[in-house]
Every structure is written in structure tokens, then in C-alpha cells.
């Protein structure tokens, strides 16, 4: 993992602030876009060799995340 990218991620989200509400069978995360560009970068960073030098990649059940995991979205700051 490169660690200047990913202070550099932490660093921008530590300027904007980001909501996380968890219901019973939903998770949502509520962020400016710029925010949610930073928390993509550390997630990718984080992914490592997993995701193959890609520029995304998707959760999967039972590899990222439990198989019964809760569905998470995405909101923008209006």
C-alpha cells in the first residue's frame, strides 16, 4: 500500500465529515462528493493486490464482506 496516498485520503476526509447511520437490515453513508472521492482512494488502497491495480472493484459476499451483511448506500450531502 502506498502510505502518503492513504494519509493523504485520511487527511481529506478528516476535513469533511461523513454520517453513518445503521438501521436493522441497511447501513447509509451520507458525504460531499469530494469526501466520498477520498474514501474511494483508501478503499482501493486498502484492496491492495486484490483488486489488480483496477480502478474499482465490487464487495463481494463471503470474500469482503460477511454473507449476510447489511446493504449499504450511499448518499450525497444535499
Known sequence: MNYDLAIMALEGLAQ???????????????AEAATFRHLARLCLLLGGDSVGGADGFDLQPGVHVAKNAPMVKLRLKS
Open 16 to 30: 469533511s465529515p461523513v454520517d453513518v447511520k445503521s438501521g436493522r437490515d441497511e447501513i447509509t453513508i451520507e
